[in-house]
């Protein structure tokens, strides 16, 4: 079991670029999170995605937007790029249950 | 929104010695969860706890959840290098309605002194 994985491993981009991160679900998952961590924090909760759906969302604004596919993988597209979007970004998935969640290896993104 | 406090921010213990970090929850959960992290990696699950008063060991860690399922610890017995890393604390709310994000304290790090 590959577990979850996410590409790409670093990224950088400059202020107002957009961004595409991905990540593939353990196998058995169908629900997929994004999460952002900046130095030093706990990561923070973005949405969630299940049946191809948004069901959740957190504290973000409209420039982080999100996709999942029939085959649960999932994309995270960030607009208009700013300063303080540079931090560690994460996806977990988990059973539709609430059971334990499986974070990937995460992806740095630098905004320059 | 669920809050949780960890405590402490950072520690350093010599190797062999003993080690505890505190979660601490403003409401009750329905589910508490730790992962280790190295430093700008992925989360590594170590364990679940939902029941009042449920302690879970793995290798020479263990974890407890108190009976008001409000307040765990992270125990680490005789560490070693291999136990350095970010820990976090990660909880469901109780309730969820519709709430199935994980919130995560700011972590705790461990530094082991040879």
């Known amino acids: 079991d590959a577990g979850v994985t996410q590409s790409p491993t670093h990224l950088i981009k400059t202020r107002g670029q957009q961004v595409t991160l991905r990540c593939s679900p353990k196998?058995?998952?169908?629900?997929v999170s994004w999460y952002q961590q900046a130095l030093g924090q706990g990561p923070q909760f973005i949405f969630q995605?299940?049946?191809?759906?948004?069901?959740q969302r957190g504290n973000f604004p409209d420039r982080f937007s999100g996709h999942q596919f029939p085959n649960y993988s999932s994309e995270l597209n960030v607009n208009a790029l700013l300063l303080g979007d540079s931090a560690l970004y994460l996806c977990?998935?988990?059973?539709?249950?609430?059971?334990?969640?499986?974070f990937g290896p995460g992806t740095r993104l630098t905004v320059l | 929104s669920q809050e949780l406090e960890q405590s402490p921010q950072s520690l350093i213990v010599q190797e062999g010695k003993n080690l505890t970090i505190n979660c601490t929850s403003s409401?009750?959960?329905?589910?508490l969860y730790w992962y280790k992290q190295k430093y700008g990696e992925g989360l590594i699950f170590l364990m679940m706890?939902?029941?009042?008063?449920e302690e879970k060991s793995h290798e020479k860690i263990t974890a407890k959840l108190d009976e008001k399922k409000q307040q765990s610890s992270l125990h680490i017995t005789a560490s070693q290098p291999s136990h350095a890393g970010i820990y976090l604390c990660?909880?469901?709310?109780?309730?969820?309605?519709?709430?199935?994000?994980?919130?995560f304290g700011a972590g705790t790090t461990v530094t082991v002194r040879a």
């Open positions: 196998s058995g998952h169908d629900t």
């Open positions: 990660g909880a469901l709310p109780h309730r969820p309605n519709n709430d199935y994000k994980l919130s």
């Open positions: 995605y299940y049946e191809e759906e948004e069901r």
């Open positions: 977990a998935s988990s059973p539709l249950d609430r059971g334990q969640a499986f």
């Open positions: 409401k009750t959960l329905y589910g």
């Open positions: 706890l939902q029941k009042g008063g």
